[in-house]
């Protein structure tokens, strides 16, 4: 069986990626195609004219995924399934999930040059809306796939009161919820490729990263609510200053995700009633993240914010709630895919770094559908959804080149 496949073509590469960054919505800042938008609606016709001319059978679900096939020989029916997102988040660059879907695409190409037929089918996707949408959901393609869409999401609303449902009627996907999801039976594996985000393998001088894992996020609200007073009259030890109990839990969350081996903590809205200077806070709301490979971690960052966040109403004579909003547990990366990858790596002669992934994929929702796995390459000073995202093409050269050798690793060696 012939399994020498050849190079990935840097100069097709890098055309492809100056041709899909020129359709972006120029009234945005950086880079920017954000799902339901008619640029990123553009791009996906695009997308598919690619994948044609790569050769792939292509078709578009019911939801947006843009999936091309390329059959396979053999009998096993379970495809191997590739490819990543091509929208961007407002404002975001150029290679986040895009590498992912042209790389992927690259790999069919040199398949079909290299005169290298798959055993399996192999599916390349473009996964629609993975980045989180003005309906404050994310990964909606891979979530119709997995199943796990709901009438619910499909309810929320946008600022103008708009539906999620009626977006995408609009679109072109008014049934959304039929006919999208894929079987349990059908996925071999899914691999990913996509850069790091991240500045951990541009720091170890490394042009490749196995991921070991997916963090989970666990977000949660805090009230606080103490008494309104003259700010001016008010001595300070006879104040109910919400305000300061806030700042108590914004410092906590630093102090907890920072002192972890693994986590990270952001908050993101502290707001004040009133906001005025002239009046003593009367209310603070919190809303804040913790990310985390590590599932037993949470429960203790968790005791703690309740622990801290109690002290300080207690303190202040306050009354308070900590909410803890519904959570994405950890994603597990198949270890018998990342051993696939790690042999096809070393195979090629690349060194690879194992490092887990504190940014939410398309994965997390494939994982219900099959094992996952995940390439990353550098990003340049670790960053990411901003204009000045960058990859070297060398590096991105490199990684399709692994994700190639990769699926035929899988092709030919299946999971046991
Ligand atoms: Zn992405």
């Not at 020498?4 to 960054?21: C, T, V």
């Not at 203790?300 to 306050?318: F, H, M, N, T, V």
Request: glycine fraction near 10%; hydrophobic fraction near 40%; charge should be negative.
């Amino acid at each position: 069986m012939k399994t020498d496949i050849g190079l990935p073509d840097a100069a097709r590469l890098s055309a492809d990626l100056e041709e899909i960054s020129r359709l972006v919505d120029t009234s945005r800042p950086g880079w920017s195609r954000v799902a339901l938008s008619e640029v990123e609606t553009d791009s996906r016709h695009h997308v598919a004219a690619l994948m044609r001319a790569a050769g792939l059978d292509v078709r578009v679900d019911n939801i947006g995924n843009v999936i091309g096939t390329l059959s396979g020989t053999g009998s096993d029916r379970r495809a191997i399934v590739i490819g990543s997102h091509t929208d961007t988040v407002d404002g975001g660059g150029r290679y986040d999930g895009i590498v992912g879907v042209l790389g992927a695409i690259e790999v069919a190409r040199m398949l079909r040059e290299s005169g290298i037929r798959l055993s399996h089918d192999l599916r390349v996707v473009d996964f629609y809306n993975e980045e989180a949408n003005r309906f404050e959901l994310s990964c909606l393609g891979s979530r119709a796939l997995a199943g796990s869409l709901t009438s619910t999401h499909l309810s929320a609303t946008d600022e103008t009161g708009r539906t999620l449902g009626a977006a995408l009627a609009a679109a072109g996907y008014d049934d959304p919820l039929n006919a999208t999801r894929w079987g349990d039976d059908e996925v071999l594996g899914f691999l990913e490729l996509h850069i790091e985000q991240g500045p951990v393998l541009e720091r170890a001088g490394l042009p490749l990263g196995i991921v070991t894992s997916i963090a989970g996020i666990s977000r949660f609200r805090t009230l606080f609510t103490g008494r309104r007073d003259h700010a001016g009259t008010m001595p300070m030890s006879l104040r109910h200053d919400a305000g300061c109990a806030a700042a108590g839990v914004v410092l906590a969350v630093e102090q907890i995700a920072g002192s972890a081996d693994q986590a990270v903590g952001t908050v993101g809205s502290v707001t004040f009633t009133p906001d005025a200077t002239s009046v003593v806070t009367e209310a603070a709301l919190l809303t804040a993240e913790f990310r985390s490979p590590d599932l037993g971690w949470f429960s203790l960052a968790r005791d703690q914010i309740a622990e801290i966040a109690a002290k300080e109403a207690e303190k202040r004579g306050l009354t308070h709630e900590v909410t803890w909003l519904p959570w994405e547990r950890p994603t597990a990366v198949d270890p018998r895919l990342s051993s696939a990858i790690e042999r096809s790596v070393s195979a090629l002669g690349h060194p690879a770094a194992h490092l887990y992934s504190g940014a939410g994929h398309d994965g997390v929702q494939m994982a219900k559908l099959g094992p996952i796995g995940m390439i990353f390459i550098p990003s340049r000073d670790g960053r990411s959804h901003c204009p000045e995202e960058f990859t070297e093409l060398d590096d991105i050269v490199v990684g399709v080149h692994a994700l190639a050798r990769s699926v035929i690793t899988l092709d030919q060696e299946g999971l046991s």
